[in-house]
Structures are given as C-alpha cells and as structure tokens.
C-alpha cells in the first residue's frame, strides 16, 4: 500500500489549498480514508476522515472550513482547505485503514506535505 500525498505549500491567512492523496497498490472500497497533521512540538492530531460510506468527521478546528471528499475511481481523497489561519500550519499526512481491521491498526501512511500559513 502506497499513499502519495501531495498540494501543500505556502499561502497567506485567509487563503485556499487543496490537498490530495493517491492510493496504490490497494483497493480502495472498505477503506476510510483519514487526514492527519503535526505541528512542530506537537503530537498528530486527527484533522477530518471519509468512510467508505461518504461518511465524514471533522476536528472542531476545521469544521465549515475545510471540506474532506474521495473520487473511488481514482483511489484518490482530497482536502480542500478554506480560510487558512497560522495555526493550520503543519504537515499533513493522509492514512488509509481497512474498516475490517482490527482496532490495534492504526492504518497506512502516507509522506506528509507541508502547510504553511502566513500571517
């Protein structure tokens, strides 16, 4: 299983980015696709997640700015990001996990791409 993450960059306050994640060398239905992030000095922290289903959760954080969807026939999850504050800046890692798996999986990772807002 192989997840490319790529869209991060550089943007103002206030400003849009969006993510995306390929998955490879797996199937990608029964599969919940998660976004996760990790600022310097803190711990990953779960952003949004998309079961299999459509079904979507959000951090309080980012919940009415950043908006977490999959395309199935491209084994591909997005994240589009609005509004951008400083405190988003980290980098941000895309996970797949199994929805069969057992609870002690923690899923597969992706490399991360780095978000960084400017004030």
């Known amino acids: 299983v192989q997840l490319q993450a790529s869209g991060g960059g550089l943007v103002q306050a206030g400003g849009s980015l969006r993510l995306s994640c390929l998955a490879s060398g797996t199937f990608f239905s029964g599969i919940t696709m998660r976004w996760y992030r990790q600022a310097p000095g803190k711990q990953r922290e779960l952003v949004a997640l998309?079961?299999?289903?459509?079904?979507?959760i959000y951090d309080d954080s980012v919940k009415g700015r950043f908006t977490i969807s999959r395309d199935n026939a491209k084994k591909t999850m997005y994240l589009q990001m609005n509004s951008l504050k400083v405190e988003d800046t980290a980098v941000y890692y895309c996970?797949?996990?199994?929805?069969?798996?057992?609870?002690?999986?923690?899923?597969?990772w992706g490399q991360g791409t780095q978000v960084t807002v400017s004030s």
């Open positions: 996970n797949s996990l199994p929805e069969w798996a057992p609870a002690s999986f923690s899923g597969y």
């Open positions: 998309i079961t299999s289903g459509g079904n979507t």
